[in-house]
């Protein structure tokens, strides 16, 4: 099973206004930490936000905020007043625990990403 | 700027070649990770270290390998290379050796062409 889901291949918003970008996630750890990286055409991973699953408030980091609802276990990344460099692929990510049944160290897993394109 | 430095930034070579990706972590980072993007493949985890050791490895083929040396720089190295190795690899860096809380920073990326 699909541990990290994004259902949106492509979004578009119009510059200035808000989007939220879908994710949801599928653990049975209760300790957990969500993650989205942005990825524009140049090609780097920016590291934007980071929710822990004990955290009671959602992640805000400037424009970027994350709508966490941990009973639907869903992660879904909201951005205020989009510019064009908003303009990229957006990735969800979740770390589990520490270590797995084998002892190796638990590592992020990413989901297919979500286009989003920023209209002038 | 997030401080991982990886080089070279591209990389073209031939079939059955062997390359050498290098990766310096931020300052004070004893984890490192590499990852491979690929159009089909999306982005996957190949292997972890922590100060030196090997913590967990993902989906690396045989003909690949790495190590983490005592500056706590990494080598990826890529050997027989085929057609479908072509890819984007990253490197990343963090603090810990695998907390959930632990934030991974990405390098610029090496982009891998192989012809």
């Known amino acids: 099973a699909q541990k990290i889901t994004q259902t949106q291949p492509g979004m578009f918003v119009q510059e200035k206004e808000a989007v939220t970008l879908d994710c949801t996630y599928d653990?049975?750890?209760?300790?957990?930490?969500l993650f989205w990286y942005k990825q524009p055409s140049s090609g780097e991973m920016i590291f934007l936000i980071y929710?822990?699953?004990?955290?009671?408030q959602n992640a805000t980091e400037g424009r970027y905020s994350l709508n966490f609802q941990k009973a639907r276990k869903s992660a879904n990344l909201v951005i205020s007043a989009s510019q064009l460099g908003d303009s990229a692929m957006y990735f969800c990510?979740?770390?589990?625990?520490?270590?797995?049944?084998?002892?190796?160290?638990?590592?992020?897993?990413f989901g297919s990403g979500t286009q989003l394109t920023v209209l002038p | 700027d997030s401080g991982v430095t990886q080089t070279p930034k591209h990389l073209i070579t031939a079939t059955g070649q062997r390359v050498t990706l290098r990766c310096s972590p931020r300052?004070?980072?004893?984890?490192v990770y590499w990852y491979q993007q690929s159009l089909d493949q999306g982005l996957q985890f190949l292997i972890h270290?922590?100060?030196?050791?090997?913590?967990a490895k993902g989906n690396i083929l045989e003909r690949f390998s790495a190590q983490q040396f005592p500056d706590l720089h990494s080598e990826l190295n890529l050997s027989s290379l085929e057609l479908g190795d072509s890819a984007l690899y990253f490197c990343?860096?963090?603090?810990?050796?695998?907390?959930?809380?632990?934030?991974?920073?990405f390098g610029p990326g090496t982009r891998l062409t192989v012809l």
């Open positions: 990343a860096s963090s603090v810990e050796a695998g907390t959930s809380t632990d934030t991974q920073y």
């Open positions: 270290y922590y100060n030196g050791e090997e913590r």
């Open positions: 990510a979740m770390r589990e625990g520490r270590y797995d049944a084998s002892g190796s160290a638990r590592q992020l897993t």
């Open positions: 300052s004070g980072d004893l984890s």
């Open positions: 929710q822990g699953s004990y955290d009671e």
């Open positions: 653990t049975s750890d209760q300790s957990y930490g």
